[in-house]
C-alpha cells in the first residue's frame, strides 16, 4: 500500500526530525561540566554533530537514555533533571527538583526516572514522559548508589545512616524495603547486569557490603571485611567510582579507595582472587566489552595518565598520557574503540582498543562524562 501524499501545508507543518528521520543507535552525549551544555556526537563518524546548552550546574552530572535511545534524562549537581531529544537536539522539558543531586536512574520499563538527592537528601521520582513528580521519597540522609533493578525497582543507599532501601513501583505505589547495617558511610554502588548482586563500597570502615537482590530477604554481605582505607589512613584525592565497576568473565574488578591498586574479586564468592598494582588512585576501572581488558584512570594529581590491564594476567600491558585532567571513558558497544575525555586540553580522544593508536581529536567544552546510547538497554546505566 502507498502511503498518502501529503499537501504542501502538511509537509511545511513537518519538524526537521520528522523530515529527516535519525538513527540514534551510533550516537552519544559528552557532559561539558563548565558550560552547562552537552555535546551530541556519533561514533561512527568520530564527529561531533550539535551542542545543546541550557542544563545548569554539570560540575557532576551524569545521564540515562530512554528505552528507544531517543531522550536523555541528565542529572545536574543543581538539582535539575533536564530531558533532551537527542534526535530534535533540543531540550523538551527541565525541572530543578531539588537543592544538590548526585545521580540518577531509569525504570527498566522506561516509564519512571528517579534522582537522588543530597539537599534535601532522599529520592524524588518522575514521570519519563512529562517530568511530573510521582513520587518523594524522604530518607533523612544524604543518598546515593540509586539504580534500576528488574521489576520496576529502584535501590539506594544513605551515607549518613548506612542504609540500603529498595523502592518497588511494580503496584504504582512505592513499597519500601529497608535493609539495615550496610556499613558506614557508604560512598557508591553498583548493580550487576543480571540485577542480582548490589555492591556498596564503604569510606567509614575497611570492606565492602554486597546484597543478593534475588533473596526474598536480603541480608548484609560482608566484601574484604580487612581491606580498606581505616587499616592505614590515606589522603583520598577522589572518591572511586564504582559505576566504573568491572566484570570481566568471573571476576569483578574494582578500584581502591585511598590505595594505588584495583581489586580482584571473585563474582560468585564475593573473595578476594588478586590485586594489581597501579600509577595512582584509581578512578574508574572499566571492561572492554568483552571482558580481555580494563582500562583504570586516576585521582588528581596524576590524572593525565591511562593504565590498560590484560584480564588473564592481571597485568599492565600499555600506559599513555592522553592529557591533562583524563575524567571519563566509554568503549564502543563491542569495544573496538574506547572514548576518552580530556578536561583540561577540552577534547575527547578516540582510541583503538587493540593497536592503540589514536583515531581522532574532537573539540568539547571542559568534557567529563561521555555516554552512548547503547546504555538505554543495560540494566545499572
Known sequence: MKHPILSLAATLMMTTAQAEP???????????????????????????????????????????????ERFAYVFGR????????????????????????????????????????????????????????????????????????????????????????????????????????????????????????YITGLFGEDGLTALDLWSDNPEPIRVLPGYGRGQEEMPVYKMPHLEGWALTGSEFVLPAVGHHEVLWIDATTLTETGRTQTYGQPVFAMARPDGRQ???????????????????????????KPGPAVLHMEFTPRGHEVWISVRDANKVMVYDTHSFEKLREIEAESPSGIFFTARAHKTGL
Open 22 to 68: 535519525m538513527a540514534t543507535g551510533d550516537l552519544g552525549l559528552v557532559i561539558e561540566r563548565a558550560s552547562g551544555s552537552v555535546l551530541l556526537v556519533d561514533q561512527s563518524d568520530r564527529a561531533a554533530l550539535a551542542r545543546i546548552e541550557g542544563l545548569g550546574d554539570l560540575s557532576h552530572a551524569s545521564l540515562v537514555y530512554s528505552p528507544d
Open 78 to 197: 543543581d538539582g535539575g533533571l533536564t530531558k533532551v531529544d537527542i534526535v530534535t537536539r533540543q531540550i523538551v522539558n527541565r525541572v530543578v527538583q531539588s537543592g544538590n543531586a548526585i545521580g540518577g536512574a531509569i525504570s527498566d520499563d522506561g516509564a519512571l526516572v528517579a534522582v537522588s538527592n543530597y539537599e534535601p537528601g532522599g529520592v524524588r521520582v518522575f514521570d519519563a514522559q512529562t517530568l511530573e513528580m510521582v513520587a518523594d521519597i524522604p530518607t533523612g540522609s544524604k543518598t546515593i548508589g540509586l539504580v534500576d533493578a528488574p521489576g520496576r525497582r529502584f535501590v539506594f543507599t544513605m551515607w549518613d545512616t548506612g542504609e540500603t532501601w529498595i523502592a518497588d513501583f511494580a503496584q504504582g505505589a512505592p513499597e519500601i524495603t529497608k535493609i539495615p547495617d550496610i556499613g558506614k558511610n557508604p560512598y557508591d554502588a553498583l548493580i550487576t547486569a543480571n540485577g542480582r548482586t
Open 294 to 320: 580494563v582500562w583504570v584512570n586516576f585521582a588528581h594529581p596524576l590524572n593525565d595518565t591511562i593504565q590498560v590491564i590484560d584480564t588473564v594476567s592481571k597485568q599492565i600491558i600499555h600506559e599513555f
